[in-house]
């Protein structure tokens, strides 16, 4: 099974930070990688495809990048409403594997 | 818009049985592959089980494999997932989920949208 890992695990961030997560193919994944935002209470909610294709109606200040084993999410600038738990996810074979996540929280 | 609703959540005992439902509205349904997704309380998302859009095809996660049974009612836009010798690490919210592709992992593979979850509590 393909292992995936999250760093950091959680983090302080101000609005208006800049913020990036970076997530770990334990093999090559090429570009079958996602991420996908959780808030408290809620189901997943997917901002990144295919490493680096922003979902429709996501904010454009979330960006991916990467591919092979190492994979980035940016966020440009943070706002309120994106304090939340954010997973990587390979779709390279199954099973589908997600990282252990990582909590955004406010400074 | 796509909406995915999961039902059949319960509190049963270790060795017992449940099925749960996911009913999916505004897609073709059988055009698309379907996913079981779940999360143990207070811990991260875990991939449990797969089906192809015609349901020719299951895949399951090693921990489920041999006691969960996915299956889909095409007729129904209906996904399900029965439960079997259940365990206290099944405990979980389930959500069921869109894979944009007709087999899962044939390609660049994603989950969306996600339903609400229901919750299984595996307790004696």
């Known amino acids: 099974d393909i292992q995936m890992t999250q760093s950091p695990s959680s983090l302080s961030a101000s609005v208006g930070d800049r913020v990036t997560i970076t997530c770990r193919a334990s093999q090559s994944i090429s570009s079958y990688l996602n991420w996908y935002q959780q808030k408290p209470g809620k189901a997943p909610k997917l901002l990144i495809y295919a490493a680096s294709s922003l979902q429709s109606g996501v904010p454009s200040r979330f960006s991916g990048s990467g591919s092979g084993t190492d994979f980035t999410l940016t966020i440009s600038s943070l706002q309120p409403e994106d304090f939340a738990t954010y997973y990587c996810?390979?779709?390279?074979?199954?099973?589908?594997?997600f990282g252990p996540g990582t909590t955004v929280d406010i400074k | 818009e796509v909406q995915l609703l999961e039902s059949g959540g319960d509190l049963v005992q270790p060795g017992g049985s449940l099925r749960l439902s996911c009913a999916a509205s505004g897609l073709t349904f059988s055009n698309y592959a379907m996913s079981w997704v779940r999360q143990a309380p207070g811990k991260g998302l875990e991939w449990v089980s797969a089906?192809?859009?015609?349901?020719?095809?299951?895949y399951y996660a090693d921990s489920v494999k041999g006691r969960f049974t996915i299956s889909r009612d095409n007729s129904k836009s209906t996904l399900y997932l029965q439960m079997n010798s259940l365990r206290a690490e099944d405990t979980a919210v389930y959500y069921c989920?869109?894979?944009?592709?007709?087999?899962?992992?044939?390609?660049?593979?994603?989950?969306?949208?996600w339903g609400q979850g229901t919750a299984v509590i595996v307790s004696s």
């Open positions: 989920a869109k894979d944009p592709l007709f087999e899962a992992a044939a390609g660049p593979d994603w989950f969306d949208p």
């Open positions: 089906i192809s859009g015609s349901g020719g095809s299951t």
């Open positions: 996810q390979q779709s390279f074979n199954t099973p589908f594997t």
